[in-house]
């Protein structure tokens, strides 16, 4: 069974950095693309990036290049999503996804990381 | 505001059937095929509609999907309470080096 189980919820302050994960099980981690995509309180849906773990080619939103960073570690069959520098307007429920190709759509989801920045 | 535009709400009565648009441009859905995403309430989206009308394991064929020109539209037949959900379109967008671009979501209220 195909399974994305992302790490828990977290409270952090501006200013602070932070580093999520999403793991993949069930299927060959370095053979798909994990994406994330954003949902702020009571918002739509934004697509963030993917990373292929084969190769870890990476492509960024142009809304989100420079402000997040995107990893994965194939040994472990893990992606992360970071921020150096966290600020209040990055709460949001945090998605990583499955697809298996750049232009295909994301057919397993994690079940969400909710992230609160606040002072 | 969002590349791809949806109405932000939709309705419709136990049996009914209730369609959702979804307009974009030549740079997506006009050259990229059209994903629909249904999200329940407090929960992760779930892939509903893939390639503008196909219809992913497990998905009822109450659920429709197509796409001409540069719009999309879901289809919702024989409507049921648990259908209550948010819905979004998505495509690969050409332009911008290449990323996926979401519509606004549509709230379908059961009545």
């Known amino acids: 069974e195909v399974q994305l189980v992302q790490s828990g919820a977290e409270v952090k302050k501006p200013g602070e950095s932070l580093k999520i994960s999403c793991k993949g099980s069930?299927?060959?981690?370095?053979?798909?693309?994990i994406g994330w995509v954003r949902q702020m309180p009571g918002k739509g849906l934004e697509w963030m990036g993917i990373i292929y773990p084969g190769d870890s080619d990476t492509r960024y939103s142009p809304s989100f290049q420079g402000q997040v960073t995107i990893s994965a570690d194939k040994s472990i069959s893990t992606a992360y999503l970071q921020w150096s520098s966290l600020k209040a307007s990055d709460t949001a429920m945090y998605y990583c996804?499955?697809?298996?190709?750049?232009?295909?759509?994301?057919?397993?989801w994690g079940q969400g990381t909710l992230v609160t920045v606040s002072s | 505001q969002s590349v791809l535009t949806q109405p932000p709400s939709a309705s419709g009565t136990p049996g009914q059937r209730v369609t959702i648009s979804c307009s974009g441009s030549s740079s997506n859905i006009g050259s990229n095929y059209v994903y629909w995403y249904q999200q329940l309430p407090g929960t992760a989206p779930k892939l509903l509609i893939y390639?503008?009308?196909q219809r992913p394991s497990g998905v009822p064929d109450r659920f429709s999907g197509s796409k001409s020109g540069t719009s999309a539209s879901l289809a919702i037949s024989g409507l049921r309470s648990e259908d209550e959900a948010d819905y979004y379109c998505a495509a690969w967008d050409d332009s911008l080096s290449g990323q996926e671009v979401f519509g606004g979501g549509t709230k379908l209220t059961v009545l």
């Open positions: 390639r503008n009308n």
């Open positions: 996804a499955r697809r298996d190709s750049a232009g295909a759509p994301f057919d397993y």
């Open positions: 069930g299927y060959s981690f370095t053979s798909y693309w």
